[in-house]
């Protein structure tokens, strides 16, 4: 087994994106890559915390490989929006990959750099490309939410 974690914007439609892929075992919602330590969703929308809001994916990579995790990432989101998506806007909702090793940082650069040479965007990729750091899992309410709710209508 493996981990991803992606930040897409709003991390409702994001987990719901990968959760549909054969080989994603378990998904969790929540927040990443910021300096608080345990922050709440309240503290993460005050856009002071620095965290993403982000999807941990848990996946096996005999049955679904990392690159087809990219790709189904590149494709949820517009990752030339900085610091939004759609509607929603804040440093929360950030395009971001955080990676777990080596491998999925070589893969998560290179991935990008073949979509900014494909001429698909007319402006620069700004999805932020760091190692992992603490996933604080959101509050109870926010997992699997449009599985809980019959839906929604996040960006994705």
């Known amino acids: 087994m493996a981990k991803a974690t992606f930040g897409a914007g709003c991390f409702w439609g994001v987990e719901e994106t990968f959760r549909q892929i054969p080989g994603v075992t378990a998904t ?29 994916v848990d996946y096996d990579p005999k049955v679904v490989p990392y690159d087809r995790l990219l790709d189904v990432f590149w494709e949820s989101h517009n990752p030339t929006q900085l610091n939004r998506q759609g509607p929603d806007v804040g440093t929360q909702y950030r395009s971001a990959i955080f990676f777990h090793d080596a491998e999925q940082e070589k893969a998560a650069r290179a991935s990008r750099d073949r979509l900014a040479a494909s001429g698909k965007f007319a402006r620069p990729i700004v999805t932020e490309i760091s190692p992992a750091q603490p996933f604080w899992r959101a509050e109870e309410y926010h997992q699997r939410y449009f599985e809980k709710r019959g839906g929604g209508s996040c960006h994705v």
């Open 28 to 56: 969790a919602v929540g927040y990443s890559g910021g300096r608080s330590s345990n922050p709440t969703y309240e503290d993460v929308c005050s856009d002071e915390t620095g965290h993403a809001e982000v999807v941990e």
